[in-house]
Nanobody, 125 residues
Framework: VQLQACGGGLVQAGGSLRLSCAAS????????MGWFRQAPGNEREFVAAFKWSGGSTYYANSVKGRFTVTRDNAKSTVFLQMNSLKPEDTAVYYC???????????????????WGQGTQVTVSS
């Protein structure tokens, strides 16, 4: 599976951005798609996840109510709509895929086998 993430950029606090993650190479119909971010000097942290089968979503507390994950089935693409952005949201954002069918959504980085290249999001105050 190859993942291509894009959509990052520079935005003022309170603004919005939409990231996209296009999957190719193999069907991701039964995968969990995750979004993670990593700020300089910090560990990579979970942001949101989306179970392709069933459509359930899961969010980190820090983004709940501001970020939303959606999908485009035809294009095997997952989106991360980010609203009410804050300077602390500044990071490199990565999309990832977990191919295992887990009962509970995992937020653990090593559980995700496939990763996109990352896209920079910078929120100015």
């Amino acid at each position: 599976v190859q993942l291509q993430a894009c959509g990052g950029g520079l935005v003022q606090a309170g603004g919005s951005l939409r990231l996209s993650c296009a999957a190719s190479g193999r069907t991701v119909r039964y995968y969990t798609m995750g979004w993670f971010r990593q700020a300089p000097g910090n560990e990579r942290e979970f942001v949101a996840a989306f179970k392709w089968s069933g459509g359930s979503t899961y969010y980190a507390n820090s983004v709940k109510g501001r970020f939303t994950v959606t999908r485009d089935n035809a294009k095997s693409t997952v989106f991360l709509q980010m609203n009410s952005l804050k300077p602390e949201d500044t990071a490199v954002y990565y999309c990832a895929a977990d191919r295992l069918s887990r009962i509970a959504t995992t937020i653990i980085v090593p559980d995700y086998e496939y990763w996109g290249q990352g896209t920079q999001v910078t929120v100015s105050s």
